[in-house]
């Protein structure tokens, strides 16, 4: 029990190390450049887009960074502005729809499904769900307040004023997201090890026939529900090369899994970002049972329908 712990701890002491490695220079490079000439060009362009989804202009960047390389990115670049609560809302749920995608992408490619389905689905949610919750939500006017990061407005006087405020919100933004991942990390590490996650996976037999997939391919749902797409890249091909999961079964659990993915970590993250997070674990599994349901439908409908023609041609 003792070495799981260890081993847990230590892997969450590395995820915070690589997380921190991306967080750091970005929110440093990020409150450098808002005192330069290029933020205000850039945001010019890119108003009118954001505009779209009430978002104001600064929201681009956390949306490139997320999208281009992580999560982490993304909420760094967050902190790095003052949002409304609506805005950091809007962002969070886009962002945990579609995020990390060459990384994920190519995880999903290794898996065998190809990557402008899961890139195309991810960005097209995203898109849609930062649309109507700008249209139906009226409140969240007021200024989010970043955990322990102050909201206040901060009067800096030099670049190097400039940059140790930049360096101090990165190490706390390090400091609080360590408090969640190192934790989960410990928690992933038991289950691993105790056999839990296969367990787990027996038990969502049931759930894989509501959303149209056989059993076999519960063991990848485990796997990216519970650690990631990218953390789990590993288990789930191990898992569709083991338990010999169908094409079908594949695309319905990584169409499931792209909508909503480490559950836990992808919820938890937000909360230093002062939302309502419940909200936002509810949004993703509504949206990613539906999708998934939905298509099964179809393509089980299309399944019976071909077996017909084949034997009117036939004929």
């Known amino acids: 029990m003792r070495g799981m712990l260890y081993r847990g701890l230590m892997q969450g002491f590395k995820t915070t190390l690589s997380l921190g490695k991306v967080i750091f220079p970005i929110t440093l490079i990020i409150t450098i450049l808002q005192f330069t000439p290029v933020f205000p060009w850039f945001m010019n362009i890119i108003a009118p887009l954001m505009g779209l989804f009430g978002l104001s202009a600064e929201a681009a960047v956390p949306l490139v960074l997320g999208n281009s390389l992580n999560l982490y990115a993304g909420i760094a670049a967050i902190i790095s502005f003052d949002f409304t609560v609506k805005e950091v809302f809007i962002m969070a749920v886009m962002l945990s729809f579609s995020h990390n995608l060459f990384i994920e992408s190519a995880v999903a490619t290794r898996v065998g499904v190809k990557w402008w389905i899961i890139v195309g689905i991810r960005v097209g949610l995203a898109v849609f769900s930062g649309l109507v919750i700008n249209l139906f939500w009226n409140g969240g006017g007021e200024l989010a307040q970043y955990g322990f ?36 990390m410990i928690i992933m590490q038991l289950m691993r090890e105790l056999g839990w996650m296969h367990a787990i996976s027996e038990k969502m037999a049931p759930l894989m026939k509501l959303l149209g997939m056989d059993k076999r391919a519960s063991m990848t749902m485990v796997a990216g529900l519970t650690i990631g797409l990218a953390y789990g890249a590993g288990l789930m091909m191990q898992a569709v090369k083991e338990d010999n999961v169908p094409k079908k079964d594949m695309y319905l659990a990584l169409i499931f899994l792209v909508s909503c993915h480490a559950v836990v970590e992808d919820t938890l993250v937000f909360i230093p970002l002062g939302i309502p997070v419940w909200p936002l674990l509810v949004i993703r599994l509504t949206v990613a049972i539906i999708l998934t349901v939905t298509i099964a439908y179809f393509w089980k409908k299309e399944e019976r329908k071909m077996p017909h023609e084949h034997s009117y041609h036939s004929v």
């Open 149 to 184: 990061i102050s909201g206040d407005d901060v009067v800096l006087n030099n670049w190097w004023e400039i940059g140790l405020h930049g360096a101090q919100s990165a190490v706390i933004a390090i400091v609080q997201l360590a408090c969640i991942v190192i934790p989960l």
